[in-house]
């Protein structure tokens, strides 16, 4: 059934295609925290185990919360490796090191680079696209990826 929410198919394809590239972004963010709680090493071992782990439980319910935004829009969400490494902006963790602040150093980046994406995309999304929905939406995203850098840099 055609979706009809007030946003034209057009509007709604092009926020959908900057939706999947945030959702490229935080499966990767997400599997690269996985990896830094799994992989960590030092005599801090056991609260940054914790701490990633926290950290990677919020990145599984932002990936939930915008792949349905992107269903809510009348749209498929991506959902295979090989789409999210065609959209991502991320790289792979490129270090070799397990220290906790190598990996908190290269999570602070990417979610920094993730807030750069999404405050890009606010105005835009409401203003050439009509879809002050999806704005709101990511504007409150912003907010939590600034809370979860704020953590992340406050052990730096």
């Known amino acids: 059934m055609e979706t009809n929410i007030g946003i034209t ?10 939706m ?3 959702l490229a ?31 990677y439980e919020q990145l599984d319910e932002i990936m939930d919360s915008v792949a349905e935004r992107i269903r809510a829009i009348g749209h498929y969400a991506p959902a295979t490796l090989k789409s999210y490494l065609k959209l991502t902006h991320l790289t792979e963790f490129g270090e070799d090191r ?8 290269e999570l602070l980046s990417d979610h920094e680079s993730i807030i750069e994406f999404i405050r890009s995309k606010i105005t835009l999304f409401a203003s050439t696209y009509k879809d002050l929905g999806t704005s709101d939406y990511i504007t409150g995203l912003m907010e939590t990826h600034e809370k979860m850098a704020w953590m992340l840099r406050s052990h730096l």
Do not use: C, P
Request: hydrophobic fraction near 40%.
């Open 20 to 22: 999947s590239k945030l």
């Open 98 to 105: 397990n220290g906790s602040l190598d990996f908190i150093q």
């Open 9 to 18: 198919q057009k509007n709604r394809q092009a926020v959908t295609l900057e």
């Open 25 to 55: 972004d935080e499966f990767i963010l997400y599997t690269k925290t996985r990896n830094a709680h799994w992989n960590v090493e030092g005599a801090d071992f056991h609260a940054m185990h914790l701490f990633f782990e926290a950290q």
